[in-house]
């Protein structure tokens, strides 16, 4: 008798150099005063973290995540390659968006747009639990949780945009939970 595992795709988690978490700490302290905020499409705001794009250090953390897609495609080959066009299109990055998360607020399962997306916790204050809820073999829901504290600061998760996706809320902190987040999709070549 054998047992055979049906092939899906995962995710990559990985530590930020302290460098690059430093500096990314510093521009999430100053970044709600001149950074661009970031409009988003939920309907009900009301518990909903606001977001701001990352300037900055944009280009040295694109620099990261471009390691990381590397090191994605190296253990998961293939999930960017849709046949729906006639030619393959190169990748490109969206902006990239800090994420404020006050106590009390949360992000509801959802998907990014795009094929690859990531999320990178800067500051975590209190423990708190990243999920991902995905379809099993026989059509059940399944869920993989992710539970974060304080020593999870540079985590770096990168995983497929269509994988639906949860930031749980934490209670007993005034101070905010922020991270960073970003996609990557194919480049039609069109000018926005």
């Not at 999320?119 to 639990?129: A, D, L, S, Y």
Request: hydrophobic share 35%.
């Amino acid at each position: 008798m054998r047992s055979i595992s049906l092939k899906n795709y995962g995710y990559i988690d990985v530590q930020m150099p302290d460098s690059l978490l430093n500096n990314l700490r510093h521009e999430c302290d100053t970044a709600k005063l001149k950074n661009p905020q970031m409009q988003d499409d939920i309907i009900n705001k009301k518990y909903i973290p606001s977001h701001y794009y990352l300037e900055d250090n944009k280009k040295d953390f694109m620099n990261f995540v471009e390691s990381v897609f590397v090191a994605y495609n190296d253990c998961f080959p293939n999930l960017g390659m849709i046949k729906a066009m006639t030619n393959d299109l190169p990748y490109c990055h969206d902006r990239p968006w800090i994420n404020y998360q006050k106590q009390g607020e949360f992000l509801p399962n959802h998907i990014h747009n795009g094929i690859f997306s990531y999320v990178t916790f800067i500051k975590i204050p209190k423990e708190c639990k990243f999920e991902f809820t995905f379809t099993n073999i026989i059509g059940n829901l399944d869920f993989h949780e992710i539970k974060l504290t304080s020593k999870d600061e540079g985590k770096f998760i990168f995983f497929p945009a269509k994988l639906p996706h949860a930031a749980y809320p934490f209670n007993g902190s005034d101070e905010e939970r922020i991270s960073i987040a970003g996609n990557i999709l194919f480049n039609s070549g069109h000018k926005k």
